[in-house]
């Protein structure tokens, strides 16, 4: 039993939670920005395996959702960027400091920060992972 991951994820959840004492704008900043982030990273998987389906490339697994595939992923494509779009948006008008959605802003600077790191250092030590040539399921 993983005791000490659950132990590390426990501790850093209430630590978390200080946040929220300090600063209820904080705290949702964060969790503005992960609920962000996840749905930014579900956008690049859908639209690559679209067109690799689409092309006729696309190896199917012991899962496949048939005809109506592409359609889904059509459509999830759609929500998501729908909800990337209008997520960092403030919810409270007039705009304020305290009340200020800070997800888009902080996700920009880490988006940028990233493609920096990439463009100095980080193309120079990322290896290809290799896949095995036959998977057994």
Partial sequence: MPVNALALISVISFLL?????????AFDAIIALS?????????????????WKIRGKAEMGPFSLGKWGLLINLLSLGYLLYVVMWMPFPTILPVTAANMNYAGPVFLVILFG?????????RKRFEVPITPTSVEY
Avoid: K, N, Q, R
């Avoid at 939670?17 to 300090?22: K, L, N």
């Fill in 114 to 122: 990233a493609l920096l790191d990439w463009a100095i250092s980080g």
């Fill in 35 to 51: 609920a962000f982030g996840l749905h930014v990273s579900y956008i690049c998987p859908i639209f690559f395996f679209m067109i």
């Fill in 17 to 25: 939670s200080f946040i929220y004492i300090g600063s209820s704008t």
